[in-house]
């Protein structure tokens, strides 16, 4: 069992530009969750699906941020015109069925924005 | 609304030493309850989880928790700690309502001295 896998590790990017994070959960579970990991805020939930479909997506930056699951082997989280404030480690998890369970997490992409 | 608070954002223990991570909750009704400890740029592990029943909890490594209603309190324990564990310690609150997600606590960073 690989884990749950997130890509790339590092992005870098210029203002303005957009960002694409990639997320693959461990394969049976279906909820997966994003959040956003930084000094200030700590850990921030971004939004949630299961079984592919959107179940909360309250913590999204309604303008820029948008999050999709095409199917059940990866998620993508992408922010458009990013921000100097949008740095962060973009955090990817999953769990078997539910966020009453276990979360079980990616390594993380750390994105800067210069 | 549901929430954690970690009062304490770093505690140093000399090894072999006991360790006290305190966790205070705020949640209406009957909480889940979870430790998460983060190495080094590596994602979160689930060290104990616990779900209504025997208030005292076992996790990996050594680690336990103690669930009190009356404090409101989710405080984690070892009794004796190693330089391996030295890392950033998250408490996370969730119900068994599946649409909710795990609120963190902003994280106890534990430095480990000989």
């Known amino acids: 069992n690989a884990g749950v896998i997130q890509t790339p590790r590092h992005k870098v990017t210029g203002k303005g530009q957009e960002a694409t994070l990639w997320c693959e959960p461990i394969s049976g579970h279906s909820a997966v969750f994003w959040y956003r990991q930084t000094i200030v805020q700590g850990l921030e939930f971004l939004t949630y699906?299961?079984?592919?479909?959107?179940?909360?997506d309250s913590g999204m930056p309604k303008e820029r941020f948008s999050a999709q699951m095409p199917n059940q082997s990866h998620s993508t989280l992408k922010i458009q015109s990013t921000q100097p404030q949008d740095s962060a480690v973009y955090l990817c998890a999953s769990s078997l069925a539910s966020s009453a369970e276990t979360l079980y997490f990616g390594s993380g992409t750390r994105l800067t924005v210069l | 609304a549901q929430s954690v608070t970690q009062p304490d954002a770093r505690v140093t223990v000399s090894e072999g030493a006991s360790l006290q991570l305190r966790c205070k909750y705020s949640?209406?009704?009957?909480?889940?309850l979870f430790w998460y400890v983060q190495y080094p740029r590596q994602g979160l592990q689930l060290l104990l989880k616990y779900y209504p029943g025997d208030p005292v909890v076992q996790g990996v490594n050594g680690f336990e928790a103690e669930f009190s209603k009356s404090n409101s309190s989710f405080h984690l324990r070892k009794a004796s700690v190693h330089w391996s564990d030295w890392a950033v310690y998250f408490c996370?609150?969730?119900?068994?309502?599946?649409?909710?997600?795990?609120?963190f606590g902003t994280g106890t960073k534990l430095q480990v001295v000989p």
């Open positions: 699906f299961r079984n592919q479909a959107p179940i909360d």
């Open positions: 949640y209406f009704g009957t909480p889940y």
């Open positions: 996370a609150v969730n119900s068994a309502n599946s649409g909710t997600y795990q609120r």
